[in-house]
């Protein structure tokens, strides 16, 4: 939601606390009249534009002849009067600006009126001549003479007061007033690169790779398990339909239903507490593929996908890690084999502390198992740490940043967060912390093997903390700490690119370039949180209660396979997910094609007896020889909001909803008489 | 809804009239044991297919030279098992069928138990060699000698069961057996022409047009107005969402945030009775041009999409009506000018009678009030007639068809229909009908001009009836007689078609080739019908209550203004109509951009006095500067059903409702229990 203080910008009489601002304002200013025939032709009968301001730059001498020409737009700022002239400023619909000038005795002078009148964002039509602007600067510049001044709508008071604010900070303008926003250039490129990726994607998966793509229900079937789904009730009595969160089993039935390569770009739906980058209403890529029998035949169709989204679309370079753990840009893409990284979950969370590492720092975590043993939780006896080399100058003063060492930056437990501001810090560091009895040495511990290990001198940051062996926290409190510190440095420990001649650099910018990867092999089912609080220093679990990491379709590793009957917790799945600077993009599996073994899983690991009412047309399916098949989907509005460098899906996403899940233009959720809900068979209930 | 009576067609022991047969069927055939390792490896570990039957049948030379294949996909039908061979028949995933033969000798002996176990629909990885096949037709065919057979997946005794109906008729399959159904040709065809139907929309738009696509939101607000939408609940008490009918108020509030060329291939949904085309959700192709002087601008667009998908994917020749009122192919299609024919409202109601007119006949009614005048009902005082010429054999015995006469077919009054069985007929069919005083002739009644009028000889079927003068029926009956008879007599009143060189013809089949045309001019506004029931013989109006014959947004036409505010029932409005082939495909208009003009349609003309709370949003969109705009929508389901040829939408959705809004595949709506109810803050209520 719009942060309300930056209301403060802009004079106080629009601020709207009220709860339907934007009726208030209409019933103030327009009338219901019958508006005059002349007034209303006026509006609606006017010369086309000729050409766009693009254009006209682009061929300027050929205007400059003086052939008329005619433009339209809004009115992009309040118009100036001066003594021989007047000057405004039109906006094409590509959102480039060009100043129109209105000269006494070739302008007709009523337009001097209408123009002195004129409010910003009125949407005009204007015809003159082309010709050279004086210009400070010295390069060519063009204005309109404009010798005709059509007004095709007129703008209102809140256009004029927000003008100011839409130039400088759009990002500001308050949520009601979503159409000024997105007519701004910066969202008009969210909006437009939005569509040609989406086109691009489509385009890619049709012509490259010979997909499907099918539209599946959005009316589907409510799952008496969770609160996670909108309900739609319907004309007969306690009949609902449910907004499905992901095609994800309609998908499966395609499999069963003779399409091998399926792929849409899906609305899903999920009804959950909004965070910055949730809606209610979201946007899939989502695909499946049968008779495959490796997930990297999805893979490499995915990554081809992806890799043309950032190449054509954002012209970023892709890269992966060689053999060295070095960047390298994957300059020949191959459609054959996977391109991309692999980390196996294992190493994700061992090095990084995460399952979505941000591998574009070179930051890995140290295991220090061998030195200490940490006593807080027994469950949690790893010890690691974490060291930020020369994060600051030890002659001058310094504090560790806030973010790294408050509380509120970690869900659970925080990491010990040390500056080593000087080399008996470097060498002796442990020992308040062995006093204190938080850790204990081991027996094989050696202190200049830890010196070495850790290789610490004044200037760095030294982080520790504990986990679990198998950790299902996740990130771990290390691995948080890493991604602050990311975000906290994001000049330092970048991951070196090795050139094709060899070279390394770290001259880069890591907004500006991608690093995509899988991340594989993760534990096919997690142990339930039991208890406590989410706020506990340490999760406690139900080991004997198992849910699916992913999704309860999704295949054990065949390596794995007796561990299934045996240890559950060991199984690997074959899931896959697709990581791209730290993000998570999207994810994939294997599915599980046998309706026997299926079964097994719902009842024998995942503890589901009534798994015939929920998924039973999903086994129906299964059980008619339904072929092997594999599939992934993918975030489209956080890929989206990436390409365009944006933090929040909010902003390429036309009309979204705030965080109370309302939209704000359109007033909606809203109340619906009794009258109207009786012809639902249900009712309010408080 | 399938028709339950083709039940008999498969053994008794499969009808299932149970509410849940799907479950029925599940609980009796399938384990939960956890399935041993090798059977598992068995099912996911397989040869991708190296070929396509298809590939391998356009180079068959190669491959006759003995390099091994690997083939995967479903077995076709039921394999035969002989002294030396078995045989059995892979149906790949292009739906081309290929022979394979098992060989003693040749393939392994352990395959013959395999296949002789085997049930149709199993998936199947098979890998031999490919040779020439004894062919009774004397082409050359090839056949595949099994060296290695893998079942992936093991099929059901419904497959079995259901095999003959599955290749004889995959139509009359039972509707839970989708995925079955959907793995047959004819419906594989169906889904793929839908995706690339949609693909050459997009690429349209968005190569040729420059259009963005744009996702507008589907948890709308609910307009307080009809039952006709579905609500979606919150976690709020009483607060609703409700799913659009169309992104008709999004995609003018887009067209106020600066997105000059909008489409989008939206998910709409519409809470009514369902008919045979119609469901509860669907897909519209919506546009949406800003800056826009007239709808022509908008129409070239359209015209420009529809044009290619029909030459490029239907391969149909696509004609207008020529200056002779002959058909003429579009040979030079223009993208500046409108291509296909204008067909002003009035003039598809007195000459066929409905406002989407089957051009591709000829018939075309006759106006007789100038000879007589309908006694039954003052306010329907115009007689019109249709001949139907040359409609039977008069010296062989005819009854005129029951479509034609029965009642059953029109949805209140029927035409009087008369075949000329004499020449007595042809000249004195009207006498028993004024002597029962049905009709009176006019004051200017001339018999030998009725005579040259109606031109009757035997053989003729005469068909009249009355309307009223501005007709708000629609179809009128005799619009609705002249449908039946297009129907009935589908190769005769075939228009002629202008070749090149001037000659005409009727020989071509009307299933094949595409008439499209504009109707244009409708009446902005119409009464509402007053009490009454839909079956009464004449409708009765309400004069003094209007309601938007397409919605409230229409723009006027700008010569009728005036007319607007003395006498709304005879503005016309500037909407367009696109038709094709008597199908009426999609629907668009200019819109009113100016917030005053709205607010007097909502107020003055239409009697909405809330219309701020409906429409608050949108009028103060209107008002800040929203240009001048105009859109369409065309609906997508019902153009893939006739690109494909069939009569019935279903046929191109994947996962269609049935008549009764049931999924039964997933058995959607379903109950939800009270507790989860609650949540949403409602509950049930009978």
């Not at 030195?371 to 600051?392: M, Q, Y």
Request: glycine letters at 4%; hydrophobic letters at 35%; proline letters at 7%.
């Amino acid at each position: 939601m719009r942060n309300w203080a930056t209301a403060k910008r802009f004079p106080r009489t629009i601020r709207y606390p009220s709860p339907n601002p934007v009726s208030l304002q209409w019933t103030r200013s327009y009338s219901t009249e019958f508006p005059p025939k002349e007034v209303t032709v006026q509006k609606f009968t006017f010369p086309l534009a000729s050409h766009s301001v693009k254009h006209i730059s682009n061929n300027l001498d050929k205007f400059l002849q003086g052939n008329p020409v005619t433009l339209n737009g809004h009115l992009n700022r309040r118009p100036r009067l001066m003594a021989k002239h007047a000057f405004a400023e039109l906006r094409d619909s590509n959102g480039d600006t060009i100043q129109m000038m209105l000269a006494h005795g070739v302008t007709p002078e009523k337009y001097f009126g209408v123009v002195e009148k004129s409010i910003p964002e009125e949407s005009i039509s204007v015809s003159g001549k082309v010709q050279l602007k004086q210009s400070r600067s010295g390069e060519r510049e063009w204005e309109l003479l404009v010798e005709n001044y059509q007004v095709l709508n007129q703008s209102n008071l809140d256009a004029a007061r927000l003008d100011k604010l839409k130039h400088s900070s759009p990002k500001d303008l308050p949520p009601q007033f979503r159409y000024l926003q997105l007519r701004t250039p910066h969202y008009q490129n969210n909006i437009r690169t939005r569509s040609k990726i989406a086109n691009l994607i489509r385009n890619t998966f049709i012509q490259n790779h010979d997909f499907v793509e099918v539209e599946t229900p959005l009316l589907f079937k409510s799952t008496p398990e969770g609160a996670r789904e909108f309900l739609v009730p319907t004309r007969k009595p306690n009949a609902f339909y449910a907004l499905p969160q992901s095609p994800q089993q309609y998908k499966q039935l395609l499999m069963s239903s003779g399409i091998t390569k399926y792929f849409q770009i899906a609305k899903c739906f999920r009804d959950e507490d909004l965070r910055a980058d949730r809606q209610p209403e979201f946007t899939q890529v989502d695909l499946e593929m049968s008779f495959v029998s490796h997930s990297d035949q999805v893979g490499v169709v995915v990554e081809d996908v992806v890799h043309r989204v950032w190449k054509d679309i954002a012209k970023f370079p892709v890269y992966t890690i060689n053999k060295n753990g070095n960047l390298e840009e994957i300059s020949e893409f191959s459609t054959h084999k996977i391109n991309f990284t692999k980390v196996p979950y294992i190493e994700a969370l061992t090095k990084y502390g995460i399952d979505k590492p941000d591998l574009r720092s070179s930051l890995s975590l140290i295991d220090l198992s061998g030195f200490f043993t940490p006593l807080k939780n027994t469950n949690f006896p790893v010890l690691e740490a974490c060291v930020l080399r020369d994060a600051f100058d030890p002659s001058k003063k310094f504090k560790v940043p806030k973010a790294l060492s408050d509380s509120n930056s970690y869900s659970r437990r925080k990491p010990i967060v040390i500056p080593i501001k000087t080399q008996p810090d470097a060498s002796e560091w442990y020992k308040n912390f062995v006093e204190k009895h938080l850790i204990t040495p081991t027996s094989s511990f050696n202190e200049s093997q830890l010196e070495s290990t850790l290789n610490l001198h004044p200037g760095d940051i030294l982080a520790f903390a504990d986990r679990a062996e198998l950790p299902y926290e996740n990130p771990t409190p290390l691995g948080k700490f890493r991604q602050l510190a990311i975000n906290e440095f994001p000049n330092k420990w970048k991951r070196m690119i090795e050139l094709s001649n060899g070279d390394l650099t770290d001259n880069y910018c890591t907004k500006d370039m991608v690093v995509a990867s899988w991340v594989v092999d993760f534990p096919l089912f997690a142990p339930t949180e039991s208890g406590g609080s989410p706020s506990d220093e340490y999760p406690t679990y139900e080991l004997s209660q198992l849910e699916s990491n992913h999704h309860p379709f999704t295949m054990v590793k065949l390596e794995d396979y007796d561990l299934l009957e045996t240890d559950p917790l060991k199984v690997r799945g074959e899931h896959y997910d697709l990581v791209i600077n730290g993000v998570e993009v999207g994810g994939g599996s294997r599915r599980i094609h046998d309706a026997d073994l299926q079964k097994y899983v719902f009842k024998h690991v995942l503890g589901i007896h009534h798994y015939n009412d929920l998924f039973g047309h999903l086994l129906h399916a299964l059980s008619m020889g339904c072929p092997p098949h594999a599939g992934l989907a993918l975030g489209f509005d956080r890929l989206c909001a990436m390409v365009v460098g944006s933090p929040n899906i909010r902003d390429v996403i036309a009309f979204p909803k705030n965080q109370s899940g309302v939209d704000p233009i359109v007033e909606s959720p809203s109340s619906v008489p009794e009258k109207t809900l009786s012809e639902y068979f249900i009712t309010t209930k408080n």
